[in-house]
């Protein structure tokens, strides 16, 4: 059973471009939260994703940053129009069910870096 | 808003040794669980410990515990004979039950010396 899967490691982008994290959850769980880690930081929670539904977004910024978790396929975390403060490591984690009564399994992050 | 407070941004212990990294956080919830997560350099967030708030016997793995004080909402651990694969950011995490999200505190930076 893979782990969680996220791709790309590492993403360059220019200023005003788009960014698209992808998040392929561990076979079985349905359940997807989004965390952002500035340099030197814990991780900071931006949203959490059921198939098709946005459960809480209250930590995702309110333009340019939007998430979806489709019936098929991975989860997407979209950033639009990337400023050099979108810069940080973008971690996915899923779960098989709500809450904490299981472990949550991060993936290895996205380095975002713009230049 | 919750607040998870890791006093300790960096500590240094000696193999073999045993140290303690503290956590607080603030809650007016009765019912959550609380995580400690490593992250060593290639920046995998691993799960080291967790404890559920209703139990009172603290969790032990191996060579990590915990030292939960409810009331104080305090949340140690303890790590004996201290290796050096135990270098490491480590981040306490508590999950609200009313809440979506692990919370995570702003790390302690362990470093194992040989």
């Known amino acids: 059973n893979a782990g969680v899967m996220q791709n790309p490691r590492h993403l360059v982008r220019r200023r005003g471009q788009e960014a698209r994290l992808r998040c392929s959850p561990m076979k079985g769980h349905s359940h997807v939260y989004w965390y952002r880690q500035l340099p030197e930081e814990g991780l900071k929670f931006m949203v959490y994703l059921q198939k098709e539904n946005i459960i809480d977004e209250s930590g995702m910024p309110k333009e340019r940053f939007s998430a979806e978790f489709p019936k098929e396929g991975p989860s997407i975390l979209r950033i639009q129009q990337v400023v050099r403060g979108d810069s940080a490591a973008y971690f996915c984690a899923s779960s098989p069910e709500q809450g904490a009564r299981t472990e949550a399994f991060f993936g290895q992050g996205t380095r975002l870096t713009v230049v | 808003a919750q607040t998870v407070t890791q006093s300790q941004p960096e500590m240094s212990v000696q193999e073999a040794e045993t140290v303690t990294l503290s956590c607080t956080y603030d809650t007016s919830e009765s019912n959550y669980y609380l995580f400690w997560y490593k992250q060593p350099p290639s920046r995998q967030m691993i799960l080291v410990i967790r404890q559920e708030a209703y139990k009172q016997q603290n969790a032990t793995e191996n060579r990590f515990s915990v030292n939960f004080q409810k009331a104080a909402k305090s949340f140690s651990l303890k790590i004996s004979d201290s290796q050096l694969g135990d270098t490491a950011m480590y981040f306490c995490?508590?999950?609200?039950?009313?809440?979506?999200?692990?919370?995570f505190g702003g790390g302690t930076r362990l470093m194992v010396k040989p």
């Open positions: 995490a508590p999950f609200l039950c009313a809440g979506n999200m692990l919370t």
